[in-house]
């Protein structure tokens, strides 16, 4: 294996030159040239253990502390299958619109690589666990994205790189943590024409995959990753050019920047007369370009083959009903329930079904009696805005459902205006309190207690005696002067509606 | 089974010449020169030998992958359980840093980024 | 009670010895370890004999009896386990150079239930490399002999287990069975041996050569003893998803059933693939013996077996190119010296054996790209049609009938040059295990004139073994073995005459003409 990277003239690599007269003869120009990107994302399922081990998933251990003879590879282990990975796995084939194979099968992929621990990786080939799937993207124009597959394998090691190259001291740290945990992976078709329509893609996915459960769709942690196999093909032509795969998509702003790139790269080629070549490449984050990856020639062959180790995985009908049944709802179908049911603008309804964290929430205030439409503007104004502010994303909502209806009833019961209680809101986020726990502490209800204000309105009458008699002759003035005065002895926070009420019923 | 004696060619043109280092190559070892036909030669006996199974009509026959159709796959309660403590792991590591299994660099991916290169890296090589 | 007497006698004659207080499991596991020293350098069946352990383990079953505490089905006797299966703390080499110092961290299923049961591991026993092989001379860490004739093969490639069994150096022994490699050794050294159905038998912690097939065996000197291995070793296990989880009735009691009214098929097939007329003659007298005990015998037909070699030979290939792929040295056993990582891939696996690269190389050929459903692919139909083949006659037949070998024991060195030559070996073996049936081999009696290999000599005078190979019904183990065990009643006076005479001769013989190694070449792999 020989060391140092081989220095590649950017943009030009995968270029044939060919004569100035062949490349008149086909000219092409850019505008006739249309992207066909097909994405491959993986995601890690949200289980506690791995896919064919009892191991923790756990992220973020200690170095090779959650490992076994079977995720290590062990001479002698064999794999266990786990059931929660199947069902997240199903959840999620359901929620592509897939259609689920009672009947799937395991494979080995053959590849030598030191993160990956038996020499193989378990996964599904020809007999996957679903197919034929479909997400709908907003665009404009809306447009259905079809997914050709998806099935369930298990993760590889990581690698960490140290020393350099030209001293020969390069070595690689292997940490077995994430060796074997479980996967999804998706692939789409080809259907995606824009870098745009990538990110929609993208952001459908992670929506649908975060708010049923299946997966925490981090791209930042690694347990959401992508793919692309982009081509460029020629308007009202069927059939696309040479495919080019590119990797190391470490966000969805790569994956744009990516897209955008490889189609100037090959309308460039292709308009010049050259040809694009097949092959794999890399994107680099600092450059914003992609390389190509010097890839061994034989790791194309993998030699699938079903792994003889685990029989074919069969659903039962039954149990494919009871996932179905038990299926958290999906983003889409919250939110019309929210728009038709609750009676949410549509677009307050999109945001609060952005995460099943914040639907969760919302739900929660909700099945806590609060008011759909006022709880929903809280949150959307006050509680999102106080947390975009501090760069809070919705798995850190700073206070709870209970606390948030608690404030609300404060103010509907008069306790605290509507504009205290914004100020209370950020207490409440800050500190995690319960907001009547602030109000109580720091003194900021309005004075509601009958007794005791019915004590200082005895007072008030006793001390203006004339003015009572005024307001029996009819003169409302007076009514007035009594209240301000219930009021300064209060030091402004005895609800005036109620002292009024008591003044009167005093007077009859 | 056809005779012990059935050599190279013996079957006719349906025993294909196997390219020994491609598939050393994919194997991941090494033959050397002599050591390379001595290979090619074995390997085409054998395949030789195997030429009476194109003799037989699989067509619309399934498959059998293991000993029993009607076996099934078992699914297990998705419960941590403890495994191999670190060290009982790597006191049979050969060579060991800070607790990470070490190993040569592999040449592959020599051109990825700096950045979050552990993860790079899963795609490179897939 | 002389050791002498105690290293001669089987397993459940110890067992009952033992219960009845009238010897010490302690004396048990010192007789045979005396045993073991004694004949050890001549077979050269262990690769690791565990001295210590063995006699501490022995001590606590002694002291489990004394207070009156059941030790288990096995309390106190001692076992080999063949060095494929690992035993948490000891070294399990495969027979290889690879994993030469490779120490298991964990035990295998099969070794907890021995444990659970009382059972004394004491020793791992010798054999071909990764299980690929037919005469244990694959081995890379050592040369085991046939304990019937030094200069013959143990047959393989549970070699190791087999031979120990036969020598009287263990009354017990695992082994495993991919393409006959419990029954195959078992024929060669006059023994009993059984591969169980597949699934019946844990093979967590077995290292895998071809795990569509592979099976842990009992291997012993009757079918009564292979019972009690049996009785252990039997049922699900929850680590293993190709593991069984129907009920394991008990073995040992099933024996007492008669044989009598079963119907025997003897597939045709059987007897024509180079089947020599010294194993023909056995294997004639054996029906005789077998429709004299009321079995009723016919001939039958199994087209589809005459293909199963080839079937074999490209299945396990396929699924060992990547079980092996394992043994890279990143994480375990041996790692080569390099600079980059592909060159200590390849240094590192320099390492395996003429035999191991030759399989790897042709089941990483018949899965590589173009060649899949040329190979693989029609191999595991072919494999179908020979299933279908097995259940037809089961419709019919209780049990199938053949020899256990195409032949005796064959020379040291004798097929070691052709690779095909060695597979033959197995002809007979291959189509229980690409089936997924029970097959047991127990000894039917003598070649008589086994001087039918190369050498002109013959001096040894020493008729060879035979093996009677019993075919039954999936999860079937109970007819196989209780016909097996009418069968072996029938037989066991001439029989255990002869294996008592040899077990005698090899106490005494002295290293010399006959042994033209003497020393064991692989001492250092000893631990005291």
């Known amino acids: 294996m020989s060391a140092g990277a081989k220095s590649e003239r950017v943009g030009l690599e995968g270029v044939r030159l060919v004569s100035e007269k062949e490349a008149a003869g086909g000219r092409l120009a850019r505008e006739d040239l249309e992207l066909v990107v097909g994405l491959e994302v993986h995601a890690e399922l949200l289980t506690r253990s791995k896919m064919f081990c009892r191991c923790s998933t756990r992220f973020g251990d200690p170095p090779n502390t959650n490992v076994c003879p079977v995720c290590l590879g062990l001479p002698g282990a064999l794999p266990v299958v786990n059931r929660e990975a199947v069902r997240l796995a199903v959840i999620a084939a359901l929620a592509l619109n897939c259609r689920v194979n009672l009947r799937s099968r395991f494979a080995r992929k053959n590849y030598f690589y030191p993160d990956l621990p038996k020499g ?138 990516a897209l955008a790139y490889e189609k100037d790269r090959q309308s460039r080629i292709l308009t010049a007369g050259g040809t694009v070549r097949r092959e794999t490449r890399g994107w680099d984050e600092s450059l914003e370009i992609t390389v190509p990856l010097r890839l061994k020639e034989t790791s194309e062959d993998y030699r699938y083959f079903p792994d003889p180790d685990l029989p074919p995985l069969i659903l039962s009908e039954e149990w494919l009903e009871s996932v179905k049944r038990e299926m958290p709802p999906l983003p889409e179908e919250k939110k019309r329930y929210y728009v038709d049911v609750l009676g949410i603008p549509a677009y307050d309804a999109s945001i609060l079904t952005s995460s099943r964290k914040l639907s969760r929430f919302f739900d929660e205030c909700v099945s806590r009696g609060a008011d759909p439409k006022a709880i929903s503007n809280w949150i959307l104004s006050e509680l999102l805005g106080y947390m975009n502010s501090r760069g809070l994303g919705p798995d850190a909502i700073p206070t709870s459902p209970e606390f948030l209806v608690k404030l609300i009833r404060l103010i509907d019961i008069g306790v605290i205006s509507g504009r205290i209680a914004k100020d209370i809101l950020v207490k409440m986020c800050e500190t995690g309190r319960d907001p009547e726990e602030i109000v109580r502490e720091e003194g900021l209800q309005q004075v509601t207690d009958r007794a005791f204000l019915e004590h200082v309105v005895d007072e008030v009458i006793a001390e203006n005696l004339s003015a009572v008699e005024a307001i029996k002759k009819g003169r409302s003035k007076a009514m007035g002067f009594l209240v301000g005065q219930v009021m300064k002895k209060t030091g402004g926070k005895a609800n005036p509606e109620l002292v009024n009420i008591i003044i009167k019923s005093k007077l009859e | 089974m056809v005779p012990l004696n059935a050599g190279v060619g013996d079957g006719g043109k349906r025993v294909p010449k196997i390219d020994v280092r491609h598939v050393a190559r994919l194997a991941m070892l090494e033959l050397e020169d002599g050591e390379a036909e001595k290979m090619q030669r074995e390997l085409q006996s054998i395949l030789a030998h195997m030429e009476e199974l194109f003799g037989l009509d699989v067509d619309g026959v399934q498959p059998s992958f293991g000993s029993f159709d009607e076996a099934e796959l078992r699914l297990f309660a998705d419960e941590v359980r403890a495994g191999l403590s670190r060290d009982e792991f790597l006191r049979g590591v050969p060579a060991v840093k800070d607790g990470y299994v070490m190993v040569p660099r592999t040449g592959q991916e020599q051109r990825l980024p700096r950045e979050n290169e552990a993860d790079g890296e899963w795609r490179a090589r897939r | 009670m002389s050791g002498g007497a105690l290293w001669n006698m089987k397993a459940s004659a110890l067992l009952e010895l033992m219960m009845a207080g009238e010897v010490s499991a302690t004396e048990v596991v010192e007789a045979f370890l005396d045993r073991i020293s004694e004949v050890e350098p001549k077979v050269g069946a262990f690769l690791e004999v565990m001295r210590d352990e063995g006699l501490a383990q022995a001590r606590r079953i002694d002291e489990l009896r004394q207070s009156g505490e059941y030790p288990g089905l096995l309390g106190g006797l001692p076992v080999a386990v063949k060095d494929n299966i690992c035993v948490a703390g000891t070294r399990c080499t495969c027979g290889s150079k690879m994993l030469a110092n490779w120490v298991a961290p964990y035990d295998a299923t099969v070794v907890k239930a021995l444990k659970a049961q009382g059972a004394i591991i004491i020793g791992k026993t010798n054999m071909d490399e990764f299980a690929m092989g037919s005469s244990t001379e694959n081995s890379a860490l ?289 189509p229980a295990n690409l089936a997924g049936l029970p097959a047991l081999s127990v000894p039917c009696g003598f070649e008589e004139d086994s001087n039918s290999g190369e050498d002109g000599d013959g001096d040894s005078g020493r008729r060879l073994p035979v093996g009677l190979q019993i075919t039954g019904r999936p999860f079937d183990e109970e007819t196989v073995l209780c016909a097996g065990h009418a069968f072996y009643q029938a037989v066991a006076p001439a029989v255990e005459a002869e294996l008592a005479r040899m077990r005698k001769d090899l106490g005494k013989e002295s290293c010399g003409s006959a042994c033209p190694q003497a020393q064991s070449p692989k001492g250092s792999a000893w631990k005291e």
């Open chain 1, 120 to 257: 193989y990786q378990i996964s599904q080939y020809d007999e996957p666990l679903a197919v034929n799937g479909c997400v709908m993207i907003p665009g404009p124009p809306p447009k259905k994205i079809r997914i050709r597959r998806l099935h369930l394998e298990e993760d590889a090691g990581k690698s960490i790189h140290e020393g350099d190259d030209v001293t020969r001291a390069a070595y690689s740290l292997l940490d077995f943590n994430r060796c074997g945990a479980p996967l999804i992976e998706i692939v789409s078709e080809p259907d995606i024409s824009s870098p745009e329509e990538a990110r929609q893609y993208l952001e459908e996915l992670r929506r649908i995959l975060e708010f049923t459960g299946v997966s925490d769709v981090k791209m930042e942690e690694g347990s959401m990753r992508v793919d692309s196999n982009v081509s460029l093909r020629r308007l009202g032509q069927e059939q696309p050019g040479a495919l080019v795969e590119v990797k190391n998509l470490n966000s969805f702003r790569a994956v744009v920047r």
């Open chain 3, 142 to 430: 050592g040369l085991t002999r046939n304990p019937w004739d030094l200069r013959r093969v143990p047959g393989g490639s549970s070699g190791g287990s087999a031979a120990a069994v036969a020598a009287g150096q263990v009354p017990l022994a695992l082994g495993s069975d991919t393409g006959g490699s419990v029954r195959q050794p078992a024929a060669f050294t006059g023994i009993t041996g059984l591969k169980p159905t597949y699934g019946r038998v844990s093979r967590y912690g077995l290292v895998a050569f071809a795990s569509s097939l592979d099976q842990i065996g009992p291997l012993a000197a009757d079918v009564r003893d292979v019972c009690l291995l049996m009785d252990a070793i039997s049922g699900f296990d929850e680590r293993d998803s190709t593991s069984d989880n129907r009920p394991v009735p008990s073995y040992t009691r099933a024996l007492s059933k008669s044989a009598k009214g079963l119907k025997a098929g003897v597939p045709r097939e059987c007897l024509t693939q180079g089947v020599s007329r010294g194993v023909k003659e056995c294997f004639e007298r054996a029906l005789e013996v077998m429709e004299d005990l009321g079995v009723e015998i016919e001939e039958t037909s199994l087209p589809m077996i005459r293909y199963a070699l080839d079937c074999y030979y490209i299945i396990a290939p396929a699924e060992a190119s990547s079980n092996l792929s394992r043994f890279d040295g990143v994480r375990y056993g041996l790692r080569a010296e390099a600079n980059g990582l592909e060159e200590m891939y390849v240094r590192t696996r320099r390492n395996f054996g003429p035999e191991v690269r030759r399989r790897i190389m042709l089941g990483t050929f018949v899965l590589s790209a173009g060649y899949y459903d040329a190979y693989y692919l029609r191999a595991a139909k072919v494999r179908t049609l020979i299933r279908r083949d097995f259940k037809r006659a089961f419709e019919e037949f209780d049990i199938l009938l053949s020899p256990t070998t195409p032949t005796t024991a064959f020379l040291l060195g004798e097929r070691t040059q052709d690779p095909l030559s060695m597979y033959m070996a197995d002809v007979l073996t291959v």
